[in-house]
């Protein structure tokens, strides 16, 4: 018994790719956040920005964040709040 059509439609996929953007973003804070600055998220802890951008939709301005275990994340910019390097973080380690 055969289950898979050999004569499958080949399917077109769109990919959107974000923007990327070299200047400093407006957080919702009223503070503005650069490339090489620190953040904090609740539950990841503090991190080094290493990327801004946007897809021009709903999730506005996404920032990629590095961890001091290596990781990265991507995070939206309502999500985490500008912190000095040298701040503690409950959530995380602190990056000093």
Not at 32 to 42: A, D, F, K, R
Request: aromatic share 6%.
């Amino acid at each position: 018994m055969k289950m898979v059509s050999d004569d499958s439609q080949p399917v077109d996929i769109m990919l959107e790719l974000p923007e990327i953007l070299e200047h400093p973003v407006l957080m919702p804070s009223g503070e503005y956040l650069s490339i090489g600055e620190y953040v904090e998220h609740p539950e990841f802890g503090v991190g080094r920005v290493t990327r801004t951008a946007t897809y021009h939709d709903d999730l506005g301005i996404i920032i990629r964040v590095e961890y001091p275990d290596h990781k990265h994340r991507t995070l939206g910019l309502k999500f985490v709040h500008k912190v000095l390097p040298s701040e503690k973080s409950p959530g995380g380690d602190s990056l000093e």
